[in-house]
C-alpha cells in the first residue's frame, strides 16, 4: 500500500504580509515618482514663488518695476528651448526694486545650462532660466553666487523656471 503525502503551505504571519504589502507600496511610489511625477518637482514648487501684482515674495522680496518683468517675460518666451542668462537692474532698500534688464553676451546655450559674460558689478540679480518647473538651484548657481556676494554683499541669484516662478538665493 502506497502512502499518500500531502503537504501544506506554512500560512505567513499576518506581520508579514503586512511588511511586505507596504513594501511593495513603497517601491511602487518610488517607481512613480521617478517616471511619472518627478519628485524634484515637488521640491522646486515647494522652494520656489510666484509673481503676483509684480511681486515675488519668498525669502526675499523682489519688486519689478517699470516693465521690467514685460521684457523679462519676452526673454522667456523668447528662449522656451534653452535656458538664458540676464541682469537685474535697480535698487535695495531691504527689498530688492528691478527696474531694468540687462542682457549679457551668452557663449553657449542648451536646455540644461548657460554660458555667458559676468554680469556688471551694480546687479542686483544675475537671473538664468531652468527648465520648466526646475527652480532648484544647482551647485554651480550657489558657487556663482558667492563670486557675487565677494563684489555685492546684497547680490541674488534668480532662477526663473516658468512665466510667473521663480526663486532666488541669498
Known amino acids: 500500500m502506497e502512502e499518500e503525502i500531502i503537504l501544506t503551505e506554512e500560512e505567513k504571519p499576518l506581520w508579514k504580509k503586512i511588511l511586505i504589502t507596504l513594501l511593495g507600496l513603497f517601491l511602487l511610489f518610488l517607481l512613480l515618482g521617478y517616471f511619472v511625477f518627478p519628485l524634484d518637482i515637488f521640491a522646486s514648487v515647494i522652494d520656489s514663488a510666484t509673481l503676483h501684482d509684480g511681486?515675488?515674495?519668498?525669502?526675499?522680496?523682489?519688486?519689478?518695476?517699470?516693465?521690467?518683468?514685460?521684457?523679462?517675460?519676452?526673454?522667456?518666451?523668447?528662449?522656451?528651448?534653452?535656458?538664458?542668462?540676464?541682469?537685474?537692474?535697480?535698487?535695495?532698500?531691504?527689498?530688492?526694486?528691478?527696474?531694468?534688464?540687462?542682457?549679457?553676451?551668452?557663449?553657449?546655450?542648451?536646455?540644461?545650462?548657460?554660458?555667458?559674460?559676468?554680469?556688471?558689478?551694480?546687479?542686483l540679480i544675475?537671473?538664468?532660466?531652468?527648465?520648466?518647473?526646475?527652480?532648484?538651484?544647482?551647485?554651480?548657481?550657489?558657487?556663482?553666487?558667492?563670486?557675487?556676494?565677494?563684489?555685492?554683499?546684497?547680490a541674488l541669484i534668480g532662477i526663473m523656471c516658468e512665466p510667473e516662478r521663480f526663486s532666488f538665493y541669498a
Open 55 to 123: 511681486l515675488v515674495e519668498q525669502d526675499v522680496t523682489v519688486r519689478f518695476e517699470n516693465g521690467s518683468y514685460e521684457v523679462l517675460l519676452e526673454r522667456y518666451n523668447a528662449y522656451l528651448t534653452e535656458e538664458f542668462k540676464v541682469c537685474l537692474l535697480g535698487t535695495y532698500d531691504g527689498e530688492y526694486h528691478v527696474t531694468s534688464v540687462y542682457d549679457v553676451v551668452m557663449y553657449e546655450q542648451a536646455f540644461d545650462h548657460v554660458v555667458s559674460e559676468a554680469c556688471p558689478e551694480e546687479t
Open 126 to 154: 544675475a537671473l538664468h532660466s531652468h527648465p520648466y518647473r526646475q527652480c532648484l538651484a544647482s551647485a554651480q548657481d550657489i558657487k556663482t553666487l558667492e563670486k557675487a556676494q565677494e563684489i555685492n554683499p546684497n
